[in-house]
């Protein structure tokens, strides 16, 4: 892969291990980042936060990471051991650190690997700040690197334990009491991946009724994408099933996004537990701030906020946009249908392993399943029914659709007249006050995603028809 085709996409750069992700290409892009670090007077003698998750090679990655930034003069504190996202992020803002590096592919299948640059504020990069770093990749002349034994002896390399402080922090923000006093069962599966001793672990110190599964490191997550989808959480669902749970969660490859089973063996989808969690959270805690969602997400999430008076911001695709918001206002919570989250006064950052505690947190006060909360909420908001499917096509195949949308009228989907076009990112087409679809390439994989939401289940799949036909045309 030539370095001018590595490109940081909503996540960070990603790709496929010994293709176009080599070591090679990673210090190219770790240089770059340096090169980014250097032009800012005010990072100067702060450390890079680095780490990495469970996939093959993460351990050899930071190494040689830590390595080019020791070269250019920039100290590194480097995980002990796999660390999820959300406790990277949450490091960098506690240490006041010139940003983080962090290899992770997140939910993609573990022949892919990925690096994700944060900045000092603990979000994700901003496109300003990618377009910089790319920049960079584009004018790479040289990369320095300095033997990890020299680093370490300089200080330029040291190695710590993350945890117990973002542990402490969580403790701070969810009542363990009221899980504790619940006494339900929950089943805990981190997917073979990071987020291991984090979230079963809290929940155990709880004093709650744990049973972990998949929970040791597997490279290849047991054959399956790390992502906490329906698809993916046959293990989970089954335990919850046999032990009779209340609940079951699920962290992906990184911990950055959650998957909750209900008691019945039932897969929520964010779509659901966002508009829920924004609702107990403002009756719970009463947070001040407004409301973000990403434009692929329910409308629930805006009866929510309409019913509480809070302001409701809709943003592109990519947790760096509601990160931004959080650095001008405060927030209840953000979130996207893609299963990632955060909340008042948390990082601007997805966090799975929050989401998860506050969901236990929600159903042990209420005593209450999640269906039964879902219909008590519907009752006020309406119903919300909504559905995603994914195409995966050729490059040439996506640009032909980008070059329709583009040049077509757009006045009409399928059967549907259209009411208002959105163009906050891809193509969002309102068809009703509730009722609307939207088309939109995958910033991460070479795949066309088809979004839609109404009110009654046919008149989506009528929607969803008409999108999968344009598509395929």
């Not at 993609?108 to 910089?132: D, R």
């Not at 490859?253 to 403002?282: H, Q, T, V």
């Not at 066309?448 to 028809?465: D, F, Q, T």
Request: with cysteine; glycine share 8%.
């Amino acid at each position: 892969m030539s370095t001018k085709e590595i490109k940081f996409g909503t996540s960070g750069w990603r790709g496929i291990m010994s293709d176009d992700f080599t070591f090679g290409n990673v210090k190219i892009v770790v240089q770059a980042i340096a090169d980014f670090i250097k032009t800012k007077d005010e990072l100067k003698g702060k450390p890079v936060i680095v780490g990495g998750d469970a996939r093959f090679l993460s351990e050899k990655f930071c190494e040689t990471t830590a390595c080019v930034l020791a070269a250019n003069g920039i100290p590194s504190l480097v995980c002990d051991r796999d660390t999820p996202t959300p406790v990277i992020s949450y490091e960098i803002i506690r240490r006041k650190a010139a940003g983080g590096i962090n290899f992770t592919a997140s939910h993609n299948p573990a022949e892919y690997n990925g690096l994700k640059f944060s900045p000092s504020w603990g979000g994700p990069a901003t496109p300003a700040e990618t377009s910089v770093i790319e920049k960079n990749i584009k004018e790479q002349t040289a990369v320095n690197y300095m033997e990890k034994e020299t680093a370490v002896e300089k200080g330029l390399i040291k190695y710590f334990d993350p945890k117990p402080h973002y542990l402490e922090r969580l403790k701070e923000i969810v009542d363990f009491k009221a899980i504790k006093k619940s006494k339900m069962k929950i089943v805990v599966d981190p997917l073979f991946a990071t987020g291991r001793g984090y979230l079963d672990a809290l929940l155990i110190e709880a004093g709650a009724n744990v049973k972990v599964i998949n929970d040791h490191r597997d490279v290849y997550f047991g054959g399956f994408p790390p992502e906490p989808a329906e698809k993916n959480v046959a293990d989970l669902i089954a335990a919850v099933k046999k032990e009779k749970a209340v609940l079951g969660v699920a962290t992906d490859g990184d911990a950055d996004r959650y998957g909750i089973i209900d008691s019945d063996g039932s897969y929520i989808p964010a779509n659901k537990i966002l508009p829920l969690l924004l609702d107990y959270l403002i009756k719970s805690r009463d947070w001040p701030g407004s409301v973000i969602r990403s434009v692929a997400t329910s409308h629930m999430v805006d009866a929510v906020a309409k019913i509480h008076k809070r302001i409701l911001h809709e943003t592109p695709v990519g947790f760096k946009y509601i990160g931004e918001i959080m650095q001008e206002e405060e927030i209840v919570i953000g979130g996207e249908e893609s299963n990632g989250l955060t909340v008042h006064e948390h990082i601007p950052e997805k966090d799975g392993i929050i989401a998860c505690l506050l969901v236990v947190e929600m159903v042990a006060k209420a005593k209450k399943s999640i269906k039964e909360l879902l219909k008590e909420l519907e009752e006020k908001t309406g119903p919300f029914i909504n559905d995603r499917k994914n195409f995966r096509l050729t490059d040439e195949k996506m640009k032909a659709i980008i070059e329709r949308l583009k040049n077509g009228s757009n006045d009409k989907f399928g059967s549907f007249d259209v009411l208002e076009l959105i163009l906050v990112d891809g193509y969002k087409f309102m068809l009703g006050r509730d009722t609307w679809a939207m088309i939109r390439l995958s910033g991460t994989e070479p795949i066309v995603r088809l979004y839609a939401e109404a009110k009654e289940k046919k008149v989506l799949n009528k929607i969803l028809e008409e999108g999968e036909k344009f598509i395929k045309s």
